[in-house]
């Protein structure tokens, strides 16, 4: 199966964390965005970093730096467009988003997400887990989805831009109606998903390495 290309999502603004960029933050003598960069790229074709102001701040990347194309902070889904405008550019059909907060996400992401496309005529799944909610929402299946990694078509890009552009900003209300799936992960030694939005966060974190 052809590797897809891949977004790690670092455009928002961070306001829990007192701002600036949480990928930058340390977590166990490295940052959190190189944890990250050094789980998706054995995962797939090629990585990008969607990010907005002086890009001059992740040089030590060595990754291509995407801005937002929709003004306002509309939230993930901004992101996600400007990794299919540039997976467009490559020739990819597909692209896997992931958090730049996120740093324990499935070693396996991107071979279940694309098995759970399997039959799909534009690949759109979503990752989710079973457990209680707590700021995520569940979803009619009872699953809570975890809606910044995911598995999206280039083919419908300009479709998700004149979403943005008419003010949409929550994903499932993008995803649902166009016949995005769910890929459930397992939770049995904690929850692959768990994201750094507070001091607090990223104290737990330390904990979990």
């Known amino acids: 199966m052809t590797k897809p290309h891949a977004v ?11 701002g600036g960029d949480k990928g930058l933050l340390q977590l166990g003598g490295q940052t959190l965005l190189q944890r990250v960069v050094d789980r998706i790229c054995p995962q797939v074709a090629e990585v990008a970093l969607n990010a907005n102001g002086d890009p001059a701040r992740f040089a030590n990347f060595d990754l291509p730096v995407l ?3 929709v003004s306002g902070y509309p939230g993930p889904l901004a992101g996600v467009l400007a990794g299919l405008d540039w997976a467009a550019e490559r020739g990819a059909q597909a692209v896997v988003s992931v958090a730049a907060d996120t740093p324990f996400f499935p070693q396996d992401l991107v ?13 759109l799944v979503l990752a989710a887990t079973k457990g209680e ?4 929402s569940k979803s009619r299946s009872g699953l809570i989805r975890h809606p910044t990694f995911g598995l999206w078509p280039v083919a419908l890009r300009d479709d ?3 979403a943005l552009e008419n003010g949409l900003k929550k ?4 995803t649902d109606p166009r016949g995005g799936r769910e890929c459930e992960f397992p939770v049995a030694g904690g ?4 994201n750094v939005n507070t ?3 990223l104290a737990q974190a330390e904990g979990m390495l």
């Open 191 to 194: 929850d692959p998903f768990f």
């Open 8 to 18: 790690i999502l670092a455009g928002g603004q961070a306001t829990r964390m007192g």
């Open 67 to 69: 801005p937002d194309s």
């Open 199 to 201: 001091p607090q966060d």
């Open 133 to 136: 909610a707590k700021t995520r």
């Open 160 to 162: 998700l831009r004149a």
């Open 111 to 123: 071979a279940r997400l694309q098995d759970a496309a399997q039959g799909q005529s534009h690949p």
């Open 171 to 174: 994903v499932v209300l993008w």
